[in-house]
């Protein structure tokens, strides 16, 4: 059972326009969400995360909307650069517990 | 200078081999994990180790056994490979149990031919 779903498997966007990446999650129980980026052959690396008390959460160019009634969770880039161009996983976990579900990814292309 | 480290980064066998993949962290973390990422991409957590003592043992075979040695280590042997084992292993670390980042290794590459 994917618990965990992000259901474009990849995105291309144009350098400076906005990424918009979506997660979906079935467990009502998940309260602490996180993105995380990947190049090819190398481990994953945290990006941003969210807790369900909040409904956003900004860094940088990257922010996180967090909608509990509709178990969505979205990573926004603006603007998008050339070195965004990754893997991006979102993850979620429940009771303060460090066992991440992950999704199965979404694969972003910022075109120059 | 490198966090969360595995050996080796690429690994071919025949099945029925037993083989061992390596990890290693320079954090000071005290937790640890293994994570495997299938042919669909799906990453899961295999295991957990905090302190040296396994924490959380997902619904792996038997074949897979992690090993820690020390707080900067957590080794992983699988028995009698299997063609479906082939995936990319993860290794992680992190400071805490909570929601501590996980810092993640650059992976190993496992091909059971």
New interface residues.
């Given amino acids: 059972d994917?618990q965990v779903k992000q259901n474009s498997p990849s995105l291309s966007v144009q350098e400076g326009r906005i990424s918009i990446l979506n997660c979906d999650y079935t467990n009502s129980m998940f309260d602490?969400f996180?993105w995380?980026k990947k190049y090819p052959?190398?481990?994953?690396?945290?990006l941003i995360?969210i807790?369900s008390i909040k409904d956003k959460n900004e860094d940088g160019r990257f922010t996180v909307f967090l909608n509990k009634s509709a178990k969505h969770l979205s990573l926004h880039i603006v603007p998008s650069q050339p070195g965004d161009s990754a893997v991006y996983?979102c993850?979620a976990?429940s009771d303060?517990?460090?066992?991440?579900i992950?999704g199965?990814?979404t694969r972003l292309k910022v075109l120059a | 200078d490198t966090a969360v480290s595995q050996t080796p980064k690429y690994l071919v066998t025949q099945m029925g081999n037993d083989k061992s993949i390596k990890c290693e962290q320079n954090l000071g973390h005290d937790t640890m994990y293994w994570y495997k990422q299938d042919s669909k991409k799906f990453l899961k957590i295999m295991f957990s180790y905090n302190n040296k003592e396994l924490i959380i043992n997902e619904t792996v075979p038997n074949r897979f056994s992690p090993k820690s040695p020390d707080k900067a280590h957590l080794n992983l042997h699988i028995n009698s490979l299997e063609l479906g084992d082939s995936a990319v292993y993860f290794c992680a670390s992190s400071s805490g149990t909570g929601w501590e980042t996980q810092y993640f290794g650059p992976g190993t590459r496992l091909l059971v031919l």
């Fill in positions: 994917q602490y996180l995380y052959a190398e481990g994953p690396t945290f995360s807790s996983f993850a976990s303060g517990t460090y066992k991440y992950f199965t990814g």
